[in-house]
C-alpha cells in the first residue's frame, strides 16, 4: 500500500491524506481546494505558487518541516533566476509531498475561483467567465506524422485541458505558425464558451478583460473586468448620443419612422460610443484596448435592437413584436467595435416588447427564481419594468409609467445631477420647506446653506426629490387626496400661490424659483398609478395577498427614500424593512453574464419560463391605475411612518374614521 | 378499417397502397417517390406538381380516372389564374386521392434529388446542397403571446421541416420583420449545413447558386450551380493573378520570404479574381450575384493557405507543416469576396504539407476509399499527388516531379494552347516527324499542313508533346535507355545535330525552330522518374504486386496518351484498359462537395485516415528515383503497343535477348 501523509491547506481549512510523491496542484485538486493553474500543471503559467508553513500545528496533529516537500526542481530555479518566482514560493505542480504539510495559499494563487460579493444582495459571482485562456506547449512538427499546427493544438487542449475538439477563427488560425514560432511552440490561446478558439498569443498570457454594459436610453455605463480575477478594474460612462435623436424611446422611435435611415443613424452613434466608452475604461486600466475579448450588454428593448442594427419600428406599436429573444452572440469588430479582432458581443435577452434584456439582468442579479419567498422587483425608467414571482413562477410587466419619475415633464424637474433638489421636507404647520441637493450636505434652512451650496447652485428638482415633495405637501395637506393642490385655509403661507386656474407650492426662491405645479403633481399621480396598477396586476395575476420582499433597482431605487415611495403608494404593501434598493440590477446583470458563463445559459432558460403580462390588453390595468390616482389618507406623518406603514392600514385608518374626523383631519381650503 | 385504393407513380414506377383522402404528395413521400416540396406541403412553392394519367393500365390493374383526385382547390385555382399551374397540372399537396391512380412526375418536380451523371466516372452527384431553401408563412404577432419573430420562425422551421432550432446570422436577422411585413408573412429563409440561418427573403425564393473552385497555381477554374437542380449553369476562368509574384509554387513561397507582406499581397490579389470570377460567372448565367450564397475550393496546400490569408512560409521547407488540415468555414465577404453578404466558403482538407484541397477533391470525385480493387491516381502539376489504395487502405504521397509535364522549363515548351505541338510520331527509319498542334486536325506531312495551321501556327511543344516525343525518339532510337541523344549511325538524318558538347533533335523548323534538346530529355526523365518513384513507393508501402486501375487526374491525364505514358515508365503496370483520364477530378470534387454537403462530412471523416507518405524521408524513394532515371527497353513499337504493354513484359523482352540481339536492336551510333 502506498505511504500517506496529511496535507493541510490554508486558509481554507481544507485537509485530507495524500500518497508520498503526489504534487501540491495534485493535491489541491482532489481536496477542492481553490489552488489555480492554467497550463496543466507543466510549471509554465506559475499561478500555482503556494508556500510551506513550517511547525507544530497540534490542533491538526501536523508536524509540517522543509524536507516534508521535494528539493526545487530545474523549472523552478530556472523560474526564480529570473525572478518569476519569489524565494520561499513553490509551484505546486513541482512540488512533491514527501510527509505531512501545512501548505498556504496566496491571494494571488486563489484568484479563478475567488468569489466576488456584490454589494447589495447576498448573491456571489463566481468567476466562470465564457472566455477562458489555456497555454500550452505543441511538439515540434514532424514529417513523420503530418499533423497540421491545429490539429496539434485542439489534441493538446483535449489531453491537457479535456477541452472538445473546437474550431479556431480564420484570422487567429493564421497567427498560429507566427506565434508557435516566436516562443519556443508555446502559446496561450482564448476559448469562447468551450466552442471556438478566438485568440492565439505567443507563449504565456495572463490576463484578458471583458467589458459589461448597461445600455440605458440616458446613459451607457461600462464596467471593464479581469476576466481572470473576476474584479472590476476600471468604469467609464456616458451620455446615449441618440438622445440628440429624440429625449425618450418613443421619441427615437417615432425618429425612425419619419426619418428614412433615422435607425441606422442611431445604431451607429450608438455603436460610436461603446466603441469610445472600451478605449476610455481600457485606457484608465492601463491595459491596451485589444486585451478586451468579451463583451455583454444589457437593454431595453428598442436600445437592444438599434445596438444590434434592427429596425425598432415594430417595437414602437401594437403587437410590439421584438425581432429576438434570444440571447444574441456577434463579433464585436461587426458591430464596429474595436476590442481584440475576435473580440465577441453577447446580448442578453429580451423578454417581451417592453420588458428588455435590463431587466433579464435584473432577474440574473436577484435571481428571483431560487427565492422561496414572493419577491417583486421593480425598475423604473420612462416605463417601469416589474418582476414578481419565486422559484415556482415568475410573472414579467412593463407600466407606462412616463419619465416623472426621472424628473422630466415636471416643471423645475432635471436628472440627478449636482444642484439637483434630492431630499424635501415641509413643515406641518408653516408649510416651509427645507431641501437638501446634491453635492451639498447641508439643508436648505441651515443658515450655513447659501454658503455651502454656493458651489453647486439649486438648479431643480430630480426624481427622489418629486417624490418627496409631493408626499410631503400631501403629508402637510397641502394637496387631497385627489391630487388637487389648494391653500389650506387654517395656515398662512405664501408658499401655496396661485398659477393660472391651479395653485403651486413655491419650493425655493432663490435665484431660480423652484415651482411643484398641479401639472407636476398629475404627473406623479399618473406615474405613480401606472406602477402601482402594474405591481398590482402582477400580485393578482399570481393570486397572492402581499408579497414578501421588494427590491427597487437603478437610479431611482438608490435614490428613494421608500417611506415616501409608500405614503405616495408608489409600492405595494410590504413591511418596510424588506423594502431595499438592490443597486444598478441590470449592470449588475451584466456583469455576472460577462464574469459566468452558467449564468448565459441560465437565464437564456429562465426567460422563456416567465409570463409576460401585457397590460395594455389587461381590462383590469386600468380598473387599478384609475383606482391607484388617488393618494392613500394623510396620516401623522413622522409618527406613523416610523412605525411599519402598509397601505391597508393607510386605507382602513382613512375609512375607519367618521365623516366629521375625516373632514377634520382634512385642513379646509378656499378655492381661489 | 379505411378503404384503400392503389396508386402508380411514373416514370419511377413505385406503387401501394394508400388511404383514400391522402394527398399525392403525402403518398409520394410515403412511396419514397421522388416528388419535390419546399414550403413543407402548404401550397405555396408549387413544386410538388403532378399531371394525372388517365385510361386503363390492365398491366397494373389500374383503371386511373380524373374523378379518382379531388377537385381542384381554390389555392390551385389561384396558381391557375396567375398563370404559375398550367392546366392539367395539379399541385400534389392539395390534390387528394380518391381512388385509383396513375400519376407522373414531370421532370421540374423530380429536380431536388435527380442525379446528375458526372462525366468521366460512373460516380453520380445527388442534389443535396448544404445550403438549403425552406418557404414558411409565420402567424401573426401576439400580444397574448409575446414571442420574437425569430421564435416564431424557429418553431415554423421545426414543425414544418423538422428542422433543429437554429441561430440566425444578425445581418439577416435585421431583415426578418422588414420580409414578414413585405409578403403577407410569408418568407424563404436558406439554411446552411441544417445549423444556421444565413439568408432571408420575403415571399417565395426558388432559386439560389454555389460557385465549386478549382484554385491552381496557373489558372482558377469555376464553375456556377444551381443549389436546386444542382445543374451548371456557368464556368469562368482566370488566369491565377499571383503569376506576378512568381511562376511556380516554390518561387512564391520565396516572394513571401523575400519580401515583407509578400503573403498579403498574393492574397489579395487572388481574392480580387475570385470576386471578379463569381460576377462573370453570375453575370453569364444571367443571376444576381447576391444569389450566389456558397463555395467550395480546392487548391494546393500553398494556394489554400494564401487564400485563407495564411502565410504559407512553412510549407516551403521541411518539415512543410499545414496551418491546418481541416475543412475551414469562412464567410465570403470575411475573404472580400461580394456574394450574398452571408455567403459562406468552405475549403476542402489539405491532406499534408505536400498534398492539398485538391487531392481531397479527387479522392471524392473518385472515391478510391469505396472501390473494391487497388485504385491509383495520379494528379500531375508541378509536383505529381499519388493516392492509392481501396476501401480498406489510402495512401498519399507527392512527388517532385517539377514542371516539365506542364512543358515549363522545356526548351521550347509551352502551356497547352492553340500551336503547341500535342502529338508526335517518328518514323523509325527516316527518323522525320510528323506532328499536330492544338488548333488544328491536319498532321504536320499533311500537303495541306500549312495552309489548315497558318492560323494557329506551331509555337512550342505542350506537356502531352513532348511526353510524346521523348517516348517516339526513344522508339526510334534516338535516345538510349540512359537517355542520350545521339545520331543513329546506319539511318542518314539531319534531324539530330549538334548542340554544343551534346545533340538535339530538330522536330520542326518552320518560323520557329523546335527542337528536343538534352537538357529537355533530362528533364522528362528526371519528372518521369519521380513520378514512377512515388507511384512504386506506395505500391510498395501497401505490399502489392500490381494496381488494379489507374486514373490520371487535370489536364495532364486529358491530354496524354497513356500508351507513351507506358512506353516512358510514367506510370506503373497495369492492364492498359484500365488506365485512363478522370477529367478534372479536383474540381469535381469541389463540385461534389458543393452539391452534397454528406459528401463534406465523408471527405473530414476520410482523410485523418488516409496514409501520408513524406517522399522526402524515404530512403526507398531515392533508390527508386534512381532505378527509374532509365528508359524501359525499347520494343517494335506499333505492333507491340496495340497490345497491351506491360512494363515486366518490356522488361522481359529487354532481358530475355542476347547481348546480340539487344546490339542489334539497338543502333550503332556514332558519338560526336
Request: hydrophobic share 50%; proline share 2%.
Given at each position: 500500500m502506498e505511504e500517506e501523509v496529511s496535507i493541510l491547506f490554508m486558509p481554507s481549512g481544507l485537509r485530507g491524506q495524500v500518497a508520498v510523491g503526489t504534487t501540491v496542484l495534485q493535491a489541491a485538486q482532489r481536496l477542492g481546494v481553490d489552488l489555480e493553474s492554467i497550463c496543466g500543471g507543466q510549471g509554465k503559467c506559475r499561478k500555482c505558487q503556494i508556500l510551506l508553513q513550517q511547525g507544530e500545528f497540534s490542533k491538526h496533529r501536523i508536524v509540517s518541516r522543509a524536507d516534508h516537500l521535494s528539493e526545487l526542481t530545474e523549472t523552478e530555479l530556472h523560474h526564480q533566476s529570473r525572478k518569476r518566482l519569489k524565494d520561499g514560493r513553490r509551484l505546486g505542480c513541482n512540488a512533491r509531498i514527501l510527509g505531512d504539510l501545512v501548505v498556504d495559499v496566496p491571494e494571488e494563487s486563489q484568484q479563478h475561483?475567488?468569489?466576488?460579493?456584490?454589494?447589495?444582495?447576498?448573491?456571489?459571482i463566481q468567476v466562470q467567465p465564457a472566455l477562458r485562456l489555456y497555454t500550452v506547449t505543441l511538439p515540434e512538427p514532424d514529417m513523420h506524422s503530418p499533423l497540421s499546427e491545429k490539429r496539434r493544438l485542439q489534441q493538446a487542449l483535449a489531453s491537457e485541458h479535456e477541452l472538445p475538439i473546437m474550431d479556431c477563427d480564420m484570422s487567429q488560425l493564421r497567427l498560429l505558425q507566427p506565434a508557435l514560432a516566436k516562443a519556443g511552440r508555446q502559446i496561450t490561446v482564448a476559448v469562447y464558451q468551450f466552442q471556438q478558439i478566438i485568440a492565439v498569443w505567443p507563449g504565456v498570457k495572463e490576463e484578458v478583460y471583458g467589458l459589461a454594459v448597461d445600455l440605458g436610453s440616458t446613459t451607457i455605463a461600462a464596467q471593464l473586468c479581469n476576466l481572470e480575477t473576476g474584479k472590476v478594474v476600471a468604469t467609464a460612462d456616458t451620455m446615449n448620443p441618440q438622445i440628440r435623436f429624440g429625449e425618450d424611446l418613443m421619441s427615437r422611435v417615432s425618429y425612425v419612422m419619419m426619418n428614412e435611415g433615422g435607425d441606422i443613424a442611431m445604431t451607429q452613434v450608438v455603436r460610436e460610443a461603446f466603441d469610445q466608452l472600451a478605449r476610455r475604461a481600457a485606457k484608465s486600466a492601463g491595459i491596451p484596448v485589444e486585451d478586451i475579448l468579451d463583451m455583454t450588454v444589457v437593454a431595453n428593448p428598442i436600445m437592444h435592437h438599434l445596438f444590434l442594427g434592427i429596425d425598432p419600428t415594430p417595437l414602437g406599436g401594437a403587437p410590439f413584436a421584438l425581432a429576438t429573444d434570444?440571447?444574441?452572440?456577434?463579433?464585436?469588430?461587426?458591430?464596429?467595435?474595436?476590442?481584440?479582432p475576435e473580440a465577441r458581443v453577447c446580448t442578453l435577452p429580451c423578454i417581451a416588447g417592453h420588458i428588455g434584456a435590463d431587466t433579464a439582468g435584473m432577474i440574473l442579479s436577484e435571481r428571483p427564481d431560487l427565492a422561496e419567498e414572493y419577491v417583486l422587483l421593480v425598475d423604473v425608467g420612462t416605463n417601469a419594468e416589474i418582476v414578481l414571482g419565486n422559484r415556482n413562477r415568475l410573472l414579467a410587466a412593463s407600466s407606462p409609467?412616463?419619465?416623472?419619475?426621472?424628473?422630466a415633464q415636471i416643471t423645475s424637474g432635471q436628472r440627478a445631477a449636482p444642484g439637483a433638489i434630492e431630499r424635501v421636507r415641509i413643515d406641518a404647520e408653516s408649510l416651509e420647506p427645507s431641501f437638501r441637493v446634491i453635492g451639498c450636505e447641508t439643508w436648505s434652512n441651515d443658515p450655513e446653506f447659501a454658503e455651502k451650496s454656493a458651489r453647486v447652485g439649486v438648479s431643480g428638482i430630480c426624481g427622489s426629490g418629486i417624490i418627496e415633495v409631493v408626499a410631503e405637501m400631501f403629508l402637510a395637506g397641502i394637496i387631497d387626496q385627489d391630487g388637487v393642490i389648494g391653500p389650506v385655509s387654517d395656515k398662512a403661507s405664501e408658499r401655496v400661490v396661485a398659477d393660472?386656474?391651479?395653485?403651486?407650492y413655491v419650493l425655493s426662491e432663490g435665484e431660480r424659483s423652484i415651482r411643484i405645479t398641479q401639472n407636476d403633481v398629475r404627473a406623479i399621480q399618473l406615474?405613480?398609478?401606472?406602477?402601482?396598477?402594474?405591481?398590482?396586476?402582477?400580485?393578482?395575476?399570481?393570486?397572492?395577498e402581499k408579497v414578501d420582499r421588494i427590491g427597487l433597482a437603478g437610479a431611482f431605487g438608490s435614490h428613494i427614500d421608500v417611506k415616501y415611495a409608500m405614503v405616495l403608494g408608489l409600492i405595494p404593501d410590504c413591511n418596510l424593512d424588506n423594502v431595499g434598493s438592490v443597486g444598478n440590477a441590470a449592470g449588475t446583470g451584466a456583469r455576472i453574464a460577462l464574469l459566468n458563463f452558467p449564468s448565459r445559459l441560465e437565464i437564456a432558460e429562465i426567460l422563456p419560463k416567465v409570463e409576460k403580462?401585457?397590460?395594455?390588453?389587461e381590462t383590469k390595468f386600468q380598473e387599478y391605475f384609475i383606482d391607484a390616482m388617488a393618494l392613500p389618507h394623510k396620516t401623522d406623518p413622522y409618527e406613523e411612518l416610523s412605525r411599519v406603514v402598509t397601505l391597508p392600514a393607510l386605507k382602513a385608518k382613512a375609512e375607519g374614521g367618521t365623516d366629521d374626523e375625516r373632514r377634520g383631519s382634512r385642513r379646509r381650503r378656499k378655492r381661489a
Open positions: 475561483k475567488q468569489h466576488i460579493a456584490k454589494a447589495v444582495t447576498a448573491y456571489d434570444q440571447t444574441q452572440v456577434v463579433r464585436a469588430v461587426d458591430l464596429d467595435i474595436n476590442l481584440h409609467t412616463g419619465p416623472a419619475f426621472e424628473g393660472g386656474r391651479t395653485f403651486a406615474a405613480k398609478a401606472a406602477l402601482h396598477a402594474g405591481a398590482r396586476l402582477l400580485i393578482d395575476k399570481m393570486g397572492i403580462i401585457e397590460t395594455a390588453i
